[in-house]
Structure formats: structure tokens, C-alpha cells
């Protein structure tokens, strides 16, 4: 009688396996799906303030001199100022006209509003 | 039940390289369906181990010593804890823990956020091959669920050794730390064949890379502590070839850990770290391979047997598939990184500190095999033992804590001499003023002095990064000192975990130094009423006691404490006779205060008046407890928030965008 | 009566090294140090009362040291025996420099080998040294954007 539970039993557990394994065969959802985002190693405007921030805690705790720290964190503004223009452009509204003065005008628009969120602070 | 445990053995191989296979196709086709099947086998694995492992806990816990494992490590009088966690006391099951936590882990990445990364097929398929080889040693080697041709009446019993929480805790520790580290060892693989090796596997990995090495860390210190109160030899740490064997892929991981933040900022060391990461993953099969093959005495071995050679297969297998496929890829992995400006600078130190960790790998590992080595060169064989490992080990180590000493005073990127000069000042007065102080006391021994000494100096250097960090914050932001302290290490939790975990290496080895300087010990055979002086104890003996509980023989002395002239209460070392355990056990008393340890082993009897004793004062040791918490408190700290930080931003600066 | 003192004293000075040596017992100095280099087969860290190889080697050595035998022939009795196994470490003249001498090599080729891959990175390095400096546009530019930039950082700091 007990065998035959243990049969059973053991009968269960390769089917609950088989059907694992067979399931996403017959699933409806489409297989090539790709719903995984592509790690990408650009860097972002927080990551530079993070090294920024950085910079500076060195530099209370005395680890760098100021000039470089100043220096270094001089190159980094104009890094942010670069990235905030590349990050604006996808949301940009403007159709491509001339890349030159399409670009004038969108640092000019950046800045712009960079004073008016200053302002609003 | 025979039949269902071997049904999920034997399931666990066919699935397993089902899934093999079924990743391969869905590679290969680009096809997800496959690999979305491949992710159910998975899913199967997980439940088959877990099945198994259920099995084998409720055999155990309801002694069917028609199974030859449970006949072989419990009996009907062992009390139900320890009928359980004999799941790892013997080979077969420990095969078994090893396995359902491999599926469990396999189970977790293949189900995670991450499932739909291409990296996760190769990742899946080498776990797999891991799982696929436990499984099918199992079934050959070691099979949890095979039968006694005739039934005992009782099991052996566990050996009253391994009857201790520290054995319910320090194997399985040590398990999921080895098992961890297939973790990332999967996804170095996995980067390197799909050619992406950025930092992205070591993104991905980072946390598994830190349990795991937490669970090492973990699994060593309560191993010693097990070995300290159960073994009444008055240590923690042996240099046993096992021990070694769980000591390597910590120290390699150790250095891991460490080069991969200059891979995350600067990109370099790319081959090294994947290299590190290979290297500690077949060190953990490696480990494996000693326990199980009996070529090395040890307390550890389970004893010789074919299973030895399996995994000296395996690992010779996974390693030659590492050197292919690295060297394969290797033109890949070089180029794009950052240079160095200056030879002073954190990536120099962290160069350094990756040297002394891999040298001291080197070096145990070197320990460790030499008598093997000397035995097939020169047939002779050659011990290599503590006092080797002692003299070896003590100056690296030593480097190692001046290095920790140093290194977090250096900044990132334009560290200077000078300004590190200036910051060094105060923890190196305070190492010398230590040293001073020392010997002011008429403490002996100069190596122990430097080692303290440096441990101080470490010490210092942490303490002051953490109190000239909250002051830079407090300058910046005006924020209060709580506020700051909380606001400053929760901004950089893999820093200071890291930081933590480093102020707990200083405990530690504070507690290695003293204790293995200033021990004493006295072996003496007393009277009743006589006394034994030891350091500041003085100890009465007041007769022997015998008592029966639980159907085991007790013998007990009875001793009183006299501690720097005070009454300082009694302590009763016992001799343990078990009604079925050929060996009477030691147990070893221990009278525990902040700055030493009073050891007490019960060695001999003529009469119920005259004992041996073996008397021992350990300073410092509780210090290795207590630091082993730290450590585990400051990993935990760098798990639980520490996020990747300031990613490459040095990148486009310097190739001046 | 001086000749009996002499000869008392003569005898003192036969006896006294004798007693003294006779004297050793497991807690003396000379003991410890011979017991911590002898590897007893394996038994060395083995719990003392409950291993018998370990309690032999405890007498035999006890035995050596009060028949007078100096530690160093005590030690040399078990190498004769048993060849440089019966010792915890290698030997620590030319046989066992290999064993020795190893790890320190491989902390010098390692050393070697930083040294060599940081001249080189270093020396990548310094033609990286004077990249272009990138300057702003106008001084408006850049005090706006560094107002920007300072508020932003703080809020992650």
C-alpha cells in the first residue's frame, strides 16, 4: 500500500518538474521579448556630483590641496554643463535645423532656464 | 522514501543538464522559449534539493536508521537539534547542503530583476554545470538516501565533538560562502564569453561577492571559536590544511573585493579581477578537493574515497575552461583605462594591498602543499605546521595592517605626499605612544610590541577618518555631529562598512597578538586543597564530582578562583563518558573576562583527590569574538546600502572629453 | 672538619646540576620548547588527556631531559628516528629552504611584477598629463552654471 503512495508520490514530482519545464512552450507571451534595459557605463549628472562631493569631503579632511581641488572641481562644471546639454536634447522640442547654431541656441535656452529655476529656489 | 529521495537525485541530474542544453539552444537559436525553459529546470532544481534536503532532515529527525546516513551520524538519545544538523556532518550530506544551496542561489539570479540580461544564460549554464557535477557525485559518491543492508537498532551517534552550536553554524556558513562564490565566478565567465567586460558583471555581483566573502568570514571565526572551547588544545586557529583551504578564497577574495573599485573607477586591473575571481572560486572547489581526499591529515577530513578525485576533476576541468576562455578573450580585456598620474595614490595602494593579500595565499597555500610536494620530490615527507605558518604569516599580516593603516589616509585623485603626511601624524603618534606605554609596562617581546603597536596606529587612522569626516560634513553642511555621522556614513556605506569591518581586523589582531605572546600555561597534578597559581589566578582544588544525566558519565572538578586576590567564584572542567561514544570528550572550562581568558582542561585522575590540570591563561581572546562581530556588522553596513559610487567620472576628464 | 666541608661541598657541586636537571617537569621552559617543535605524528594539537600518543611523547621527552639530554638532542633522537617529519616545520638549513625561503619569493616576484605594471601605466600616464583644458564659452556661462551646479551638488551631498 505504502509503495504505491511513494509512487505516487515520486510520480508527482517529475510531473510538477516536466511542467516547469515545459510550460514556457506553450505560454502565450511572446518569447523574444526584451524587456531588459542595457546596462550602460555613460555617466550621469549625479554621478558627478557624487565625485564632486567627494572631492570636497577630501578636501575638508585635508587629503587634497585646495588648488586641485578647485581646479579639479572646475573641470567637472564644465563636465556637468556638457552633460545637462546632452541629457536636454532628447527632450528637446526643437526639430534639427543646423547642428551649429541648434546647439547656440539650446545652451542659451538651457541657461535660461537655469535662471529662472535659480530664481524660483 | 528510498525511492523518492533517489527519484530527486536522479531528477536533479537530468534536469540539470536539460538545462544545460536547453540555454545552449536558446543561445544559439536566440530563441527565449528555450531559455525561458531552461529558467523552469532551474526553477525544478530548486524544488527537487529542496525536496531532498527535506527528506533527509525528516529522515534524520525521525532516526530511520535503515538509511545508512542516519545510522551513521545520529542515535535515538541525541537530542533533536543535533539529529538535524547532522545534515552536515557526514560526506553525503554535506554534498547535499552544498547542492540545494547552489539550486537556491541559481534560483534567486536566473528569477531576479535581472533575468532578462543576456549575460544570464551563461551565467545560468556554468551554475548549472556546478549543480549538474554535485548531483551526479552524489548519486556515484555519496548518496545521502542510501539504505543499511540490516537495520541497527541504534545509529552511531554524532560524535559528542560536533555536538555544539558552533558546529550547527560555522559548516553551513562556511558553505554558503563557498557557494557564493560561484556566484560571481559565474558572471566573470559569463562577461568574458559574451565580451563585455566592463564593470558590469561586478556591478551585478557585487552583493553576492560580499555575502559571500561575509559568510567566509563568518564561517572561519566561528570555526575558531568552535575549536577553542571544544577541541581543549587552548586555540583558534591551527593552520590545519582545511582550515587553510577555507583561509585561500577568503584572502583572495579579501584582495577581490578591494582591486574591483579601481576597476569601477579607473578601469584597469580587468583580466586581474576576473582573474581574482576564478582564482577564489577554484580555491573553494580546491577546499573541497583536501577535505574530501584524505591527502592531507587533518581534523577536517571526512575521510579518503573517490570523492576526492571528483572534485580534483571538476576542478581541473572548470579551471581549464577559465584559462581558455580567458585566454581567449584576453586581447578584449586590456586597453581603456585610466592612467595613473602619480606613484603615490590609492590605486598604488590598493596595488600593494592586493600583492600582500594574494602573497599571503601564496604563502599559506605553499604551506600547505609542501609536504605533499616535498613527499613526491623527494619521498620524503616534511611537516609544515603552526610554527611555520606563525613566522610566515606574522610579517605579512603585519604588512597588511600597516597598509590598512595608510591606505584610507590617501585620496582618490590628487593624493600628495605632503597632505598625507600631515594626516598620518596623529594615528602614527598614537601606534608609537602605544609601543611607549607597552613597554613602560614591562611588557616583553619586541615583535609583539610593532604588532600591537601597528594595530594601533590602524586603529587610530580609522578612528580619525570617521571624526575628520564628520567634521568635513559638519564644516559643509552645518549640520549637528548625530546628524553628520549618520548623514556621513550613510552617504558612503561601502566605505564605512568597509572602514568597520576594518576597526574589527584591529580587535581581531589584537587578540591573535596578545594571546599568542602572552599565554601562559601550567600542567599539575593537585590535591584536595592544594592550589595552582597561573598569572593572577589562584586556584583551589576542592575534589572531584561525578554524576550520570542523560545516560552520560559526568566527572567534574571542582576548583575555586581566587582572581587578583578576590574571590572570583568556581569553574568545573568535565571529562564527558557517553553511552555510545567510545571517546570520553574534554570539556573545557573557561572563566572569561574583558582581558583574559582563564582555561581549564580536566586531564587526568587517580582518586577523587588527585587531578591533572591543565591550566591556561589566554589574554585577549574574547577580543577575536568580538571583532569577528564588527566585521560581520560592518559588512552587513556595506551590503545593506552601499550602492556603486562615482562611477568612471574621471573618465571623460582626462581623455579630455 | 674543613676536609668534611670541602668534601660537602664537593658533593654539592656534583649534585646540584643533577638536581637541577632532574627538575624538569611539563611546565619547565625546556620542556615547552621541544614539545611546541615536535610534531607527534600528527598529534600535536590533539587535547592532551584524551590522546595517548601525545601523553608518550610527553614522557619520552620528559625522560630525555631528566637523563640530561639538551633540547637540541632530544629533538636531534626524534629526527634520527623519524626523519625531519618528526618536527612541526621544515628544516632550517639547506634542505628546507625552498619550504622557507618560497613565500618571500613569491612576495618579491610579486613586488617585481607591481612595479613593473605601474612604471608602465604611470608612464601612459604622464603624456595624458597636459590634456587640452577645456575652457567656457563667456564668464556669464560659466558663473551661471557654477551656481547651478553648486545647488544641485548640495543636494546631494
Known amino acids: ?121 | 522514501m528510498y525511492l523518492i529521495g533517489n527519484i530527486t537525485l536522479y531528477l536533479g541530474i537530468a534536469i540539470a543538464a536539460y538545462a544545460i542544453i536547453a540555454n545552449i539552444i536558446g543561445i544559439k537559436k536566440q530563441n527565449n522559449k528555450w531559455i525561458e525553459s531552461a529558467r523552469g529546470g532551474v526553477l525544478s532544481l530548486v524544488f527537487v534539493s529542496l525536496l531532498a534536503s527535506f527528506l533527509l532532515l525528516y529522515l534524520l529527525g525521525s532516526s530511520q536508521f535503515q538509511f545508512e546516513y542516519v545510522a551513521a551520524y545520529t542515535s535515538l538519545n541525541l537530542p533533536m537539534v543535533y539529529k538535524l544538523t547532522a545534515f552536515w556532518a557526514g560526506n553525503a550530506g554535506s554534498l547535499l547542503l552544498w547542492t540545494v544551496l547552489l539550486c537556491i542561489y541559481a534560483g534567486i539570479l536566473v528569477y531576479s530583476k535581472e533575468k532578462r540580461n543576456p549575460l544570464m544564460p551563461y551565467v545560468s549554464i556554468i551554475l548549472l554545470l556546478n549543480i549538474l557535477f554535485f548531483f551526479t557525485v552524489m548519486v556515484i559518491g555519496g548518496n545521502p538516501f542510501a539504505m543499511t543492508e540490516v537495520v541497527p537498532a541504534d545509529g552511531k551517534g554524532l560524535n559528542p565533538m560536533l555536538q555544539h552550536p558552533g558546529m550547527v553554524l560555522h559548516p553551513i556558513t562556511l558553505y554558503l560562502g563557498y557557494v557564493g562564490l560561484a556566484v560571481p565566478f559565474a558572471f566573470a565567465i559569463g562577461a568574458l564569453i559574451l565580451k563585455r567586460v566592463d564593470a558590469e558583471w561586478i556591478k551585478l555581483t557585487r552583493r553576492w561577492t560580499i555575502t559571500a566573502w561575509l559568510f567566509l568570514t563568518l564561517g572561519n571565526i566561528i570555526g575558531g571559536w568552535w575549536a577553542y572551547l571544544e577541541l581543549g588544545w587552548g586555540g583558534y586557529w591551527a593552520w590545519d590544511p582545511v582550515e587553510n583551504a577555507s583561509f585561500l578564497p577568503w584572502l583572495t577574495a579579501s584582495a577581490f573585493l578591494h582591486s574591483v573599485m579601481i576597476q569601477e573607477r579607473k578601469g584597469m586591473l580587468k583580466t586581474w579581477n576576473i582573474s581574482l575571481i576564478i582564482l577564489s572560486y577554484i580555491l573553494t572547489l580546491f577546499g573541497t578537493f583536501l577535505v574530501r581526499s584524505g591527502v592531507l591529515t587533518s581534523v577536517h577530513a571526512f575521510g579518503s574515497g573517490p570523492l576526492g578525485t571528483y572534485f580534483l576533476i571538476f576542478m581541473a576541468f572548470m579551471m581549464l575552461l577559465s584559462i581558455y576562455i580567458v585566454t581567449t578573450r584576453y586581447q578584449l580585456i586590456k586597453k581603456d583605462s585610466i592612467p595613473i598620474e602619480t606613484y603615490f595614490s590609492k590605486e598604488s595602494s590598493f596595488l600593494l594591498n592586493n600583492l600582500i593579500l594574494v602573497t599571503g595565499a601564496f604563502a599559506v597555500f605553499w604551506g600547505s602543499m609542501y609536504p605533499l610536494i616535498s613527499e613526491a620530490v623527494t619521498g620524503t615527507k616534511i611537516n609544515v605546521g603552526p610554527p611555520y605558518f606563525n613566522s610566515v604569516m606574522a610579517p605579512i599580516l603585519l604588512l597588511l595592517i600597516l597598509l590598512m593603516a595608510v591606505c584610507p589616509l590617501i585620496a582618490w585623485q590628487k593624493a600628495t605626499v605632503e597632505r598625507f603626511m600631515k594626516n598620518a601624524i596623529w594615528p602614527l603618534i598614537a601606534g608609537i605612544v602605544s609601543a611607549i606605554i607597552l613597554i613602560l609596562m614591562g611588557v616583553k617581546g619586541a615583535f609583539a610590541i610593532i604588532g600591537l603597536a601597528s594595530t594601533v596606529f590602524m586603529f587610530a587612522t580609522h578612528v580619525q577618518e570617521f571624526v575628520q569626516g564628520t567634521r568635513a560634513r559638519m564644516k559643509a553642511t552645518k549640520e549637528n555631529v548625530l546628524k553628520a555621522v549618520y548623514k556621513l556614513t550613510r552617504k558612503n556605506q561601502r566605505r564605512y562598512g568597509g572602514y568597520i569591518v576594518h576597526i574589527g581586523i584591529a580587535i581581531i589582531a589584537i587578540g591573535v597578538i596578545a594571546s599568542h605572546a602572552y599565554s601562559e600555561e601550567v600542567l599539575k597534578t593537585v590535591e584536595t586543597g592544594e592550589n595552582i597559581k597561573i598569572g593572577n589566578y589562584d586556584l583551589t582544588f576542592n575534589g572531584l564530582t561525578e554524576v550520570t544525566k542523560n545516560g552520560n558519565g559526568i566527572v567534574a572538578a571542582d576548583l575555586e578562583i581566587v582572581y587578583k586576590g578576590k574571590d572570583a567564584g568556581s569553574i568545573h572542567p568535565e571529562k564527558i563518558f557517553y553511552a555510545n561514544w567510545e571517546e570520553p570528550s574534554t570539556e573545557v572550562a573557561i572563566k572569561t573576562n574583558f582581558t583574559e581568558d582563564l582555561y581549564v582542561v580536566l586531564s587526568s585522575w587517580e582518586n577523587r583527590d588527585k587531578v591533572t590540570l591543565q591550566v591556561k591563561v589566554n589574554p585577549f581572546v574574547t577580543w577575536i569574538w568580538i571583532g569577528g562581530i564588527i566585521m560581520v556588522i560592518g559588512t552587513a553596513f556595506a551590503l545593506i546600502g552601499g550602492k556603486p559610487t562615482s562611477t568612471r567620472v574621471t573618465d571623460p576628464l582626462r581623455q579630455g572629453r | 672538619m674543613s676536609k668534611r666541608i670541602v668534601l660537602a661541598a664537593l658533593i654539592l657541586l656534583f649534585v646540584l646540576p643533577n638536581a637541577s636537571s632532574a627538575a624538569f617537569t611539563e611546565n619547565s621552559e625546556e620542556f615547552q620548547n621541544v614539545i611546541k617543535q615536535l610534531d607527534m605524528q600528527g598529534h600535536a594539537e590533539d587535547e592532551l588527556s584524551s590522546c595517548s600518543v601525545k601523553q608518550l611523547y610527553y614522557e619520552e621527552v620528559l625522560e630525555m631531559l631528566n637523563s640530561g639530554m639538551s633540547e637540541k638532542e632530544v629533538l636531534q633522537s626524534y629526527i634520527d628516528e623519524y626523519g625531519q617529519a618528526a618536527l612541526r616545520t621544515p628544516a632550517t638549513d639547506k634542505s628546507g629552504w625552498i619550504a622557507w625561503g618560497m613565500p618571500f619569493a613569491g612576495l618579491a616576484g610579486g613586488i617585481a611584477i607591481v612595479a613593473a605594471w605601474l612604471k608602465k601605466v604611470k608612464g601612459k600616464g604622464t603624456n595624458n598629463q597636459n590634456s587640452p583644458q577645456v575652457k567656457w564659452e563667456s564668464e556669464a556661462e560659466k558663473e551661471i552654471a557654477e551656481q547651478m551646479f553648486e545647488e544641485e551638488r548640495r543636494k546631494h551631498f
Open chain 1, 1 to 121: 500500500m505504502m509503495e504505491i503512495v511513494y509512487l505516487l508520490a515520486g510520480s508527482a514530482i517529475i510531473l510538477t518538474c516536466f511542467y516547469f519545464i515545459v510550460a514556457p512552450f506553450f505560454s502565450t507571451n511572446r518569447g523574444t521579448d526584451s524587456g531588459f534595459e542595457q546596462w550602460d557605463g555613460t555617466l550621469t549628472l549625479d554621478s558627478v556630483y557624487g565625485a564632486v562631493n567627494e572631492l570636497e569631503m577630501d578636501y575638508l579632511m585635508k587629503k587634497i590641496k585646495e588648488k586641485d581641488f578647485l581646479q579639479l572641481k572646475e573641470q567637472y562644471q564644465l563636465l556637468a554643463a556638457e552633460l545637462m546639454k546632452h541629457e536636454s536634447k532628447p527632450k528637446g522640442k526643437v526639430n534639427p535645423a543646423s547642428h551649429t547654431e541648434e546647439a547656440e541656441l539650446e545652451l542659451l535656452r538651457e541657461l535660461q532656464k537655469l535662471r529662472k529655476q535659480k530664481g524660483r529656489i
